[in-house]
């Protein structure tokens, strides 16, 4: 009798990958949960990303995350796509199910339930302000225009990249364009978020500082041990709060980890034990 046990494989492909955070995430929550499963850190180029999820696959994978930079093309790969997935382009989870490839987005619902749970922004009726208009944006604007905010104008350095997004959203809701120097602010914003890459490669863009007031929350989707140049800037402008993704990452790895074992974890204490609750 064969009495080789095989673990479910899990991991996430990115393209430099070593920075990653997920390991650590998975194995809490599959300690939490009681899940008997490993999670590798697996860096792929991306010439050889479809071989290297094939053989993940054949090789008894069950589940992958997908990362820089490699969301869009893995919706040219899946055999199905959640339909969140395939508005914002990017597929961050794949599930294997026997030969079939699915592909989820849960990039946006993790902003929105940490935004809403962890931090307990309402968004109805908010008014909002992006910077970027790049993947991370395109990720996030769907599910945000879904919670009814008053307007989100979204504002970036080439305008036509914002422009674009406007018109695939115009129907779901009060959504506009800008140029970072030229953003409106006769509402005051209540919530600014960084899409932008711009602190990840230590530049420092015009943030447009007129548009925080003393009740402007803002939110850098980057993250890091140190806080990065856009948090570091709203704090020093007068935000109410400063707060960087990493509360996004853990609710977006739980939703990931919901889809593969059937079985959401607590957030709140993997957040406390990376001591990284901004
Ligand atoms: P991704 O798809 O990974 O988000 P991207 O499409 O290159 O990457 O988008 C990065 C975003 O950061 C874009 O909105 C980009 O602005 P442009 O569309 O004008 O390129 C923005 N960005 C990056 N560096 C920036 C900088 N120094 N100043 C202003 N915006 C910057």
Known sequence: MDATVTIDRYGVMG?????????????LFALQTGQDMQYELLQVSPDKLETAIRQFQRTGGKGLNITVPHKNAVTRMVDQMSERASTAGAVNTIAFRGSEMY????DGIGLLRDLGVNLGINLENANILILGAGGATRGIVGPLL????????????????AQML???YAAQGPVSACRFDVVPVSDPYDLIINATSAGVRGEMPPYPEAAISANTFCYDLSYGLSATPFSVWAAQHGAA????????????????FKLWRGVRPDTAPVLKQMHINA
């Open 15 to 27: 393209y430099p990958v070593s920075h990653s955070r997920s390991p650590v995430i998975h194995r």
């Open 103 to 106: 592909g989820d987005n849960t």
């Open 146 to 161: 879904e919670m009814q905010p008053a307007s989100l104008r979204i504002a970036n350095r080439t305008i036509e990249k």
């Open 166 to 168: 406007v018109k695939q």
């Open 241 to 256: 709060r400063s707060v960087m993704g990493w509360g996004m990452l853990v609710e977006q790895a739980a939703e990931s």
